[in-house]
Every structure is written in structure tokens, then in C-alpha cells.
């Protein structure tokens, strides 16, 4: 069974920083691509940032490369995002997710971010 738990979200103000902790449970985590993503209200969950099981490759989107970072601990069986310079538009709900081999598979719950001016 693969239990993701994320935490770390809360408010920041416009240019400051958060880190965003995910918490795997399952025996695959070492072996999993792991990635971010984020929703807002009315709208489609997006793809934030990628990391393969070794964390050797990473992939960002264009709204956030260059601010954010993602990385992962597979000793502690948690992925990271540490995101800097925050903006307005990254106020969502955060995920993460863990890959099945083919595909964003296993979520988390998902925590707020709110970025304030």
C-alpha cells in the first residue's frame, strides 16, 4: 500500500520561500519517479516538477524553472520542493505523486500554498 503525505504548505509572502515535504509509505519509493503538481480552484491540475528514483534527472515547468527545486531523500523515503521567490499565481493546493512504472499513479492529499503581496 503507498501512503504519500505531504506537508510544508502555509502562507508566504510575494518573493519569500517555502520547502514542501512528501512522506512515502510504500516499499517502491526508492524505485519511483516522483513528482509535484498543483491545482487552483476551477482549474486543472498541472505538472510542476519531476524527479527520477535516483535523482539523477529532474524537469521543471516553465512557470517555475529557475525558482523552485525538487529533490529527494531515498533514505528517508521523502521527495522536496523547495520553492523560492514565490509569486501570486503559485497560491494552489500542492501534490505530490509517485509513478507506477507508467504513470502518476499513487497522490497525496495535497497541501495549501498561499502566496500574499
Known amino acids: 500500500q503507498v501512503q504519500l503525505v505531504e506537508s510544508g504548505g502555509g502562507l508566504v509572502q510575494a518573493g519569500g520561500s517555502l520547502r514542501l515535504s512528501c512522506a512515502g509509505s510504500g516499499r517502491t519509493f526508492s524505485r519511483s519517479g516522483m513528482g509535484w503538481f498543483r491545482q487552483g480552484p476551477g482549474k486543472e491540475r498541472e505538472f510542476v516538477a519531476g524527479?527520477?528514483?535516483?535523482?539523477?534527472?529532474?524537469e521543471y515547468s516553465d512557470s517555475v524553472k529557475g525558482r523552485f527545486t525538487i529533490s529527494r531523500d531515498n533514505t528517508k523515503n521523502t521527495v522536496y520542493l523547495q520553492m523560492n521567490s514565490q509569486k501570486l499565481e503559485d497560491t494552489e493546493v500542492y501534490y505530490c505523486?509517485?509513478?507506477?512504472?507508467?504513470?502518476?499513479?499513487?497522490w497525496g492529499q495535497g497541501t495549501q500554498v498561499t502566496v500574499s503581496s
Open positions: 524527479i527520477s528514483w535516483s535523482g539523477g534527472s529532474t
Open positions: 505523486a509517485e509513478e507506477n512504472g507508467l504513470e502518476y499513479f499513487y
